[in-house]
């Protein structure tokens, strides 16, 4: 007797591209030689006694750098791909009429391929279901780090829902003494940032990006499997660039140069001067399947 066995698997290819993300800040030589002063005036510096500080103002630079990481975040979170089935880009630049590359953020790929429930109000049902299909495409059922990154809204409905589940379980209020600060040390739960259920990690992060997108008053929330390949040590999701190019800064000087007092060659003659702060990157998931979206 001759058996045979034969051992079946789904490939796919999930083709990503890399996008770039430039952020400019122009100013005038004028502002440049006046910035560090009133910087001073702004955190109330050599005032004497008027030490209040009314208002905060930031350097250019760093205004530059905030908005680029924000902008770059919100990129990899909810830009959309628009590049058709050949490989180019639908949209292009009406200048120059250069190819503008768009890659999949991090929820057009969870959305795509995820689980989905659209629930009317949150219960501990609603939650274990997730975990449970969750489950279902693990390599175990225990063992497992899911993380649910919500809006506002689902944060607060989440509160509710697990304040009353873990009042079910009639805990007893505890109290210690501590000699070192001479009085009782408070004891309990400061809010639900892990969760734990049949073996598995459940973390919840609440990003206020989300709220934003997806508005205050309904509920919204994506659960990742970030369960560490041990065999590969690949990571769940990675961040891909080029090499020395995840950030670069440029520069044009004009008449008076970056710091608005400076004598030398310029490269416009506008008195003033612009930085300019970009890169390349990119978001992959590299298993989309093992996701779930709570709306």
Same mark, same amino acid.
């Given at each position: 007797?001759?058996?045979?066995?034969?051992?079946?698997?789904?490939?796919?290819?999930?083709?990503?591209?890399?996008?770039?993300?430039?952020?400019?800040?122009?100013?005038?030589?004028?502002?440049?030689?006046?910035?560090?002063?009133?910087?001073?005036?702004?955190?109330?510096?050599?005032?004497?006694?008027?030490?209040?500080?009314?208002?905060?103002?930031?350097?250019?630079?760093?205004?530059?750098?905030?908005?680029?990481?924000?902008?770059?975040?919100?990129?990899?979170? &909810? $830009?959309?791909?628009?590049?058709? !089935?050949? *490989?180019? %880009?639908?949209?292009? =630049?009406?200048?120059?009429?250069?190819?503008?590359?768009?890659?999949?953020?991090?929820?057009?790929?969870?959305?795509?391929?995820?689980?989905?429930?659209?629930?009317?109000?949150?219960?501990?049902?609603?939650?274990?279901?997730?975990?449970?299909?969750?489950?279902?495409?693990?390599?175990?059922?225990?063992?497992?780090?899911?993380?649910?990154?919500?809006?506002?809204?689902?944060?607060?409905?989440?509160?509710?829902?697990?304040?009353?589940?873990?009042?079910?379980?009639?805990?007893?209020?505890?109290?210690?003494?501590?000699?070192?600060?001479?009085?009782?040390?408070?004891?309990?739960?400061?809010?639900?940032?892990?969760?734990?259920?049949?073996?598995?990690?459940?973390?919840?992060?609440?990003?206020?990006? &989300? $709220?934003?997108?997806?508005?205050? !008053?309904? *509920?919204? %929330?994506?659960?990742? =499997?970030?369960?560490?390949?041990?065999?590969?040590?690949?990571?769940?999701?990675?961040?891909?660039?080029?090499?020395?190019?995840?950030?670069?800064?440029?520069?044009?000087?004009?008449?008076?140069?970056?710091?608005?007092?400076?004598?030398?060659?310029?490269?416009?003659?506008?008195?003033?001067?612009?930085?300019?702060?970009?890169?390349?990157?990119?978001?992959?998931?590299?298993?989309?399947?093992?996701?779930?979206?709570?709306?």
């Amino acid at each position: 007797m001759i058996k045979y066995t034969k051992w079946q698997s789904n490939i796919e290819k999930h083709r990503g591209y890399i996008q770039t993300h430039r952020f400019d800040a122009s100013y005038s030589e004028r502002y440049a030689a006046l910035e560090n002063v009133f910087i001073k005036i702004a955190e109330g510096k050599d005032q004497g006694a008027l030490t209040e500080t009314i208002y905060r103002m930031d350097t250019v630079q760093k205004n530059l750098l905030d908005t680029f990481l924000e902008g770059r975040n919100n990129a990899l979170l &909810f $830009s959309k791909g628009n590049i058709d !089935e050949n *490989g180019k %880009a639908t949209i292009v =630049d009406p200048d120059t009429n250069r190819p503008i590359y768009i890659s999949d953020g991090l929820i057009p790929q969870v959305e795509a391929f995820a689980s989905k429930y659209a629930y009317n109000k949150l219960t501990i049902q609603v939650l274990r279901t997730a975990i449970q299909t969750l489950n279902e495409k693990a390599r175990k059922p225990t063992g497992n780090h899911y993380v649910f990154v919500c809006n506002e809204a689902f944060y607060y409905q989440l509160g509710d829902v697990l304040d009353s589940y873990l009042a079910q379980y009639h805990t007893d209020g505890t109290y210690l003494w501590s000699m070192k600060s001479n009085g009782y040390v408070e004891v309990g739960a400061k809010g639900f940032d892990t969760y734990r259920y049949m073996g598995n990690d459940i973390s919840f992060k609440v990003d206020r990006t &989300f $709220s934003r997108e997806f508005g205050t !008053e309904k *509920g919204y %929330a994506i659960a990742l =499997d970030l369960t560490g390949d041990k065999t590969s040590a690949q990571p769940p999701i990675a961040l891909f660039t080029l090499k020395g190019g995840d950030m670069m800064q440029s520069y044009i000087k004009g008449v008076g140069g970056l710091t608005g007092l400076e004598s030398g060659e310029v490269s416009t003659p506008v008195a003033g001067a612009k930085r300019i702060i970009w890169g390349y990157s990119s978001l992959a998931l590299f298993n989309p399947y093992r996701t779930y979206v709570l709306r």
